[in-house]
């Protein structure tokens, strides 16, 4: 590995680690996405923190699975019962 592509790598497995939130004990996977970025690979999937903090958020529309801009459908009137 040439000293210049190494430097390179550092520099943006640092800055992927930065981005990251600074997690500890993620050094081999920002290494790993900043190789794969410098070398021309298809990305890598970011590092994330592991643990109760790296949980994502709840999304309250999460349970609406509706696409957006769509209208809810009127109820329709009942017939009369014949009595």
């Given at each position: 590995?040439?000293?210049?592509?190494?430097?390179?790598?550092?520099?943006?497995?640092?800055?992927?680690?930065?981005?990251?939130?600074?997690?500890?004990?993620?050094?081999?996977?920002?290494?790993?996405?900043?190789?794969a970025?410098?070398?021309?690979?298809?990305?890598?999937?970011?590092?994330?923190?592991?643990?109760?903090?790296?949980?994502?958020?709840?999304?309250?529309?999460?349970?609406?699975?509706?696409?957006?801009?769509t209208?809810?459908?009127?109820?329709?009137?009942?017939?009369?019962?014949?009595?």
């Amino acid at each position: 590995m040439t000293d210049d592509r190494q430097e390179r790598i550092r520099q943006r497995a640092h800055a992927i680690w930065e981005q990251a939130g600074r997690p500890d004990g993620a050094h081999q996977q920002h290494w790993d996405q900043a190789t794969a970025e410098i070398d021309g690979k298809p990305k890598a999937k970011a590092a994330r923190p592991k643990g109760p903090a790296a949980a994502k958020p709840k999304d309250s529309t999460a349970k609406d699975s509706k696409p957006k801009g769509t209208k809810p459908k009127a109820a329709r009137p009942r017939k009369a019962s014949a009595s």
